[in-house]
Nanobody
Framework: QVQLVESGGGLVQGGGSLTLSCSVS?????????MGWFRQAPGKDREVVAA????????QFGDSVKGRFTISRDNAKNTVYLRMNSLKPEDTAVYYC??????????????????????WGQGTQVTVSS
């Protein structure tokens, strides 16, 4: 059973930065899978933040974070990262790491759809103060 563990969340002032990490605590390595970050704010639907292909060559970002967030991965360490810059209060949410149900690089609408991700972490809270 694969388990994903997020870390790095916390409270940060608007305009600040945070880096989230997602590591595999047990199960198969993530190297063969597209990986994604999602977030869910109170009272809102879960939305895609970013996704990255198995090699890191392809990435995709949600419209609200383009130009501010970057995603990367280190397959040797079984870890995916989300670097968040220029944070805004509206970025406040629980951030989830997820493993796509296969490798390769899916069509953009599939990458953005949470139903295509079969393994999820427990989430880490990010709070941005104004």
């Amino acid at each position: 059973q694969v388990q994903l563990v997020e870390s790095g969340g916390g409270l940060v002032q608007g305009g600040g930065s945070l880096t989230l990490s997602c590591s595999v605590s047990s199960g198969r390595p993530i190297s063969g899978y597209t990986m994604g970050w999602f977030r869910q704010a109170p009272g809102k639907d879960r939305e895609v933040v970013a996704a990255i292909s198995t090699t890191g060559r392809n990435t995709q970002f949600g419209d609200s974070v383009k130009g501010r967030f970057t995603i990367s991965r280190d397959n040797a360490k079984n870890t995916v990262y989300l670097r968040m810059n220029s944070l805004k209060p509206e970025d406040t949410a629980v951030y989830y790491c997820a493993r796509y149900n296969r490798g390769g690089w899916p069509a953009s609408q599939n990458v953005a759809s949470q139903i295509n991700y079969s393994v999820w972490g427990q989430g880490t809270q990010v709070t941005v103060s104004s």
